[in-house]
């Protein structure tokens, strides 16, 4: 089947929905520079042992390392914008077809895409929280800059502040896990965007609204496990195919 015709299927698919929801991982950034931290070549895990600088025991014992780590990532988050991908998300919900997304992505950049309802799977970097107290406070310019520094950032109490993204051995935020479940249930499409789906329990929100009826449409560039639960497969790039399909609507 041609790219168009498989592109008219997953706009007849959304035509024809109640409830969509959306599912997104790091290929729906890759297009804004934001490495795959788990691609090769990327060199974020090339470099450095995820459990020796991105784990909550590494953040506990050495935070400086954890943040001599993290600077080229804030870098180049400070500079990244949305892509056509995050442009078309909000464009369909904007149309009424998405209800919410569903996000592996700790970027922010579908929200700047004007997306209001994003569910943060693995945390976000807008505000990061004290590990002595659990005061929460907004990581602004300020913030920003101590951490392009190679400063560790503490709060008022002189406890260490920690982006509130989720490290290795930590739990999902279990109200975010438990609504984004809800939505899997609820929904009668899924479009998955941008994830190999490798990345548990994240990978199985997908498949659980497909258990409940869901209909799926699934764009990644390589093929996934999930390929043959979905309705609609394309091997592409998110940020080519999907306003491709919001133009077909
Ligand atoms: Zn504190």
């Known amino acids: 089947m041609s790219l168009d015709e498989q592109v008219q299927r997953a706009a007849d698919l959304i035509r024809h929905s109640h409830y969509m929801v959306a599912f997104t991982g ?3 950034s890759t297009a804004s520079g934001i490495p795959d931290f788990r691609s090769p070549g990327s060199g974020l895990w090339e470099k450095s042992n995820p459990m020796l600088v991105a784990s909550i025991w590494a953040f506990s014992l050495n935070p400086k390392t954890f943040y001599r780590w993290i600077r080229p990532l804030v ?4 500079e990244a914008a949305p892509n056509p991908a995050h442009l078309a ?3 369909l919900e904007e149309m ?3 209800k919410v997304i569903i996000t592996q992505n700790i970027d922010n950049l579908q929200q700047r895409a004007g997306s209001r309802r994003v569910l943060e799977l693995h945390g976000h970097v807008r505000a990061a929280t004290c590990i002595r107290c659990y005061e929460e406070v907004l990581i602004d310019p300020a913030m920003e800059q101590l951490i392009l520094d190679g400063k560790v950032p503490h709060c008022e109490c002189g406890g260490v502040l920690k982006p509130n993204v989720i490290l290795f051995g930590e739990q ?3 109200r975010v896990l438990n609504a984004a479940m809800a939505e899997a249930r609820r929904c009668d499409l899924i479009l998955v965007a941008g994830s190999s789906l490798e990345v548990t329990p994240a990978a199985d ?5 497909v258990d409940c009826g869901a209909k799926a ?3 990644n560039l390589q093929p996934t496990a999930f390929d043959g639960c979905a309705d609609v497969v394309i091997h592409g790039d998110v940020a080519q195919v999907l306003p491709k399909i919001v133009e077909a609507l």
Do not use: D
């Not at 870098?75 to 400070?78: E, P, Q, S």
């Not at 929100?205 to 609204?209: C, E, G, M, N, Q």
């Open 26 to 28: 790091a290929g729906h």
């Open 75 to 78: 870098a180049t988050l400070l």
């Open 89 to 91: 998300l909000a464009s």
């Open 96 to 98: 009424g077809y998405l």
């Open 172 to 174: 999902l935020p279990i």
């Open 205 to 209: 929100i997908p498949v659980l609204a």
């Open 217 to 219: 449409i699934i764009v």
